[in-house]
């Protein structure tokens, strides 16, 4: 594809890439902002069941952060 001045599919490609950084990035905040949440809460519930789900709350977030990094895949290169 030859450069042209002004070309917006150009402008758009390069920022496709950074939109998904940012939105990878958005997302391991909000992963690693409930899961702090649901640990904190946990700690201050009194009934014993979330502290039981205490004990899968590390693999389940250490899934979830597996999964955003498939966002920019560019990224994991």
Not at 2 to 8: E, I, L, Q
Not at 16 to 30: D, F, M, N, R, V
């Amino acid at each position: 594809m030859s450069k042209k001045a002004y070309d917006a599919k150009l402008l758009l490609e390069s920022l496709k890439g950074e939109g998904l950084e940012i939105a990878e990035e958005s997302a391991k905040i909000l992963v690693n902002g409930i899961f702090g949440w649901l640990e904190e809460s946990a700690t201050l519930s009194e009934t014993p069941y979330d502290d039981m789900a205490m004990i899968i709350y590390p693999q389940l977030k250490k899934l979830a952060l597996e999964k955003i990094e498939d966002i920019n895949k560019a990224d994991n290169e």
